[in-house]
C-alpha cells in the first residue's frame, strides 16, 4: 500500500500482522486452491485466532471491537494474498455483526464466540432466483407456528453455504408480513435442521477457493427464538449489514488491484523488448503512474466512508455505496491491466493476475452491483438537493 496517510500506530501493526498472514498462508497456496476449488477452513480458523473473524463484534462475547476503518485496512491487506478468502472472511464478519448488533443478549452469548474462532461458519441469504437487485420483493415465506417459525421458498447465490455442515450457521431474510421490505424479518438456520437443503455447487469464473450454493427451505422449522431483531426488521438488518460489507469487499478490491500492480510492477523490471526493459517506456510507465493513482484515489474514500460509518453519520450509506462502485471498478481495472502489461503471459494461470482479474469481477456485481450503487447516490442526491448536499455535511 502506498500511503500511510490516516494510520494510527495501532493500524499500522494490524495490517502489519495481516500482510504477514497474507503472505505466509493466503499468497503460497491461492492458485492452488482456485485450481482445486479448496476451501481452506484450516487456514481462515488461523485468521479467526488472529482476531479476523469478528473484527467489529464488540469484545464482550469474543469479538475485537475495531472500528469499520481498521477492518478496510486489514481487509485490504489480505486480499493480497487472496481476494477470495478475504471474501469469505468480509462475508463471515459481515454475519458476525449483524447477530452482535442485533441480536438479543442470548442469540449473542450463544453465537458470538463460535462465529469468531470459526467454529461455526456463517452465510448471509437474501438474495433469491426472482429478487437479486430488487431484494425487498423477496418470497421465502416464514410462518409463526406456535413456538416455532416454518420457512419454505428459495436462496440463491449463497456465499460459503454447506462448508460448515451443521457447524453453520444462515441468516436468512425471509416474509413474516406483506409486501415490501416492512415484511421481511432475519432468522438465524443452523446447517443440518431439517427442511434445509444444499443445491449444487456452482461452476464460477472466479471466487473457487470458496463454494456457492443455491439453498431450499421446505417446511423447515426453527424456534422462534431465532428470531434476530423483531419481526418486520429483517431488511433494515439486511441493509445494515450490507454497508460495512460493501466496505470491506471495496477494501478487498483494493488488495487484489495493489497485488496484481506489484506484480506489474516486478514482471517489467524484467521483461525486456526492443531492447529495452518493458519499465522504460515512457508510455507504460505512465499506465502505471494511473493504476497507482485509481487505487490510491479509491482508498482515501473508502477511508472516508468507513470513518462516516464508524461515527453513524448520516451520509455513511451513500458513502459506502460511493466506495462500493469507485474501489471494485478500480481494483478491476488495474488487475485487467497488470494483465495487459504482463503480455501473454498474464492470461497464463501461473503468473497468479488472471486469477486475480477472474476473482474481483464479481466484487463489481455483489452486494448490491454497482448499477445499484449509483441508485443509492442518486436517491440520496434528489432526496437532497439543496446547497447542503455534499457528502460530508454531517448536520
Ligand atoms: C459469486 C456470487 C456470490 C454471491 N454471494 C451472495 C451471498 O452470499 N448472499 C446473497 O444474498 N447474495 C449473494 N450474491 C448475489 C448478488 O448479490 C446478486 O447477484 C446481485 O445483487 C445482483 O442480483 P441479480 O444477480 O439478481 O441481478 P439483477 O438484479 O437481475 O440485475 C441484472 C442487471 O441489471 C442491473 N439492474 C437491476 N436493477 C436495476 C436498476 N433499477 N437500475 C439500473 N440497473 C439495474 C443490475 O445492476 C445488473 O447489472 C452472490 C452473487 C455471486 C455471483
Not at 452482535?100 to 456463517?122: H, I, V
Not at 482479474?357 to 438537493?385: F, K, S, T, Y
Request: net charge neutral; hydrophobic share 45%.
Amino acid at each position: 500500500m502506498s500511503s500511510l496517510f490516516g494510520l494510527t500506530a495501532d493500524q499500522l501493526a494490524m495490517r502489519e500482522t495481516a500482510l504477514d498472514f497474507a503472505q505466509a498462508r493466503l499468497a503460497p497456496n491461492a492458485l492452488r486452491w482456485d485450481r482445486e476449488k479448496h476451501f481452506p477452513l484450516d487456514v481462515l480458523r488461523e485468521a479467526a485466532a488472529l482476531g479476523f473473524a469478528a473484527i467489529n463484534a464488540s469484545e464482550d462475547h469474543g469479538g475485537v471491537g475495531l472500528a469499520r476503518h481498521d477492518a478496510v485496512v486489514i481487509f485490504e491487506a489480505l486480499a493480497t494474498g487472496c481476494p477470495t478468502i478475504a471474501a469469505y472472511l468480509s462475508v463471515h464478519n459481515m454475519c458476525v455483526w449483524m447477530v452482535d448488533r442485533f441480536g438479543s443478549e442470548s442469540q449473542r452469548r450463544e453465537w458470538t464466540p463460535r462465529l469468531a474462532t470459526m467454529q461455526f461458519l456463517s452465510s448471509y441469504c437474501l438474495t433469491e432466483a426472482g429478487s437479486g437487485s430488487d431484494a425487498a420483493s423477496l418470497r421465502t415465506r416464514a410462518e409463526r407456528r406456535g413456538a416455532d417459525y416454518v420457512l419454505h421458498g428459495e436462496k440463491q447465490f449463497i456465499s460459503g453455504a454447506g462448508a460448515g455442515g451443521r457447524d453453520h450457521l444462515y441468516l436468512v431474510m425471509a416474509r413474516t408480513g406483506g409486501e415490501g421490505p416492512r415484511g421481511v424479518s432475519a432468522f438465524l438456520v443452523e446447517g443440518g435442521t431439517a427442511g434445509l437443503t444444499l443445491g449444487a455447487a456452482e461452476r464460477k469464473m472466479g471466487w473457487n477457493a470458496q463454494p456457492t450454493h443455491a439453498l431450499s427451505f421446505a417446511d423447515c422449522r426453527v424456534p422462534a427464538s431465532n428470531l434476530l431483531g423483531r419481526e418486520g426488521e429483517g431488511f433494515g438488518i439486511a441493509m445494515a449489514g450490507l454497508d460495512g460489507g460493501r466496505l470491506n469487499i471495496a477494501a478487498c478490491s483494493l488488495g487484489g488491484g495493489q497485488a496484481a500492480l506489484e506484480k506489474a510492477l516486478a514482471y517489467m523490471g524484467e521483461r525486456t523488448a526492443f531492447g529495452r526493459r518493458l519499465d522504460e517506456f515512457q508510455a507504460l510507465q505512465f499506465r502505471l503512474a494511473d493504476m497507482a493513482t485509481e487505487l490510491e484515489a479509491a482508498r482515501a474514500l473508502l477511508w472516508r466512508a468507513a470513518a462516516a460509518l464508524d461515527a453513524s453519520a448520516s451520509e455513511a450509506t451513500t458513502l459506502c455505496a460511493m466506495a462500493k462502485r469507485v474501489a471494485t471498478d478500480a481494483g478491476f481495472k488495474v488487475a485487467n491491466e497488470a494483465l495487459q502489461l504482463h503480455g501473454g503471459y498474464g492470461y497464463l494461470c501461473d503468473y497468479g493476475v488472471e486469477k486475480i482479474v477472474r476473482d474481483l469481477r464479481v466484487h463489481q456485481i455483489l452486494e448490491g452491483a454497482n448499477e445499484i450503487m449509483r441508485l443509492i447516490i442518486a436517491r440520496a442526491l434528489l432526496r437532497n438537493p439543496g446547497p447542503d448536499r455534499r457528502a460530508g455535511e454531517d448536520r
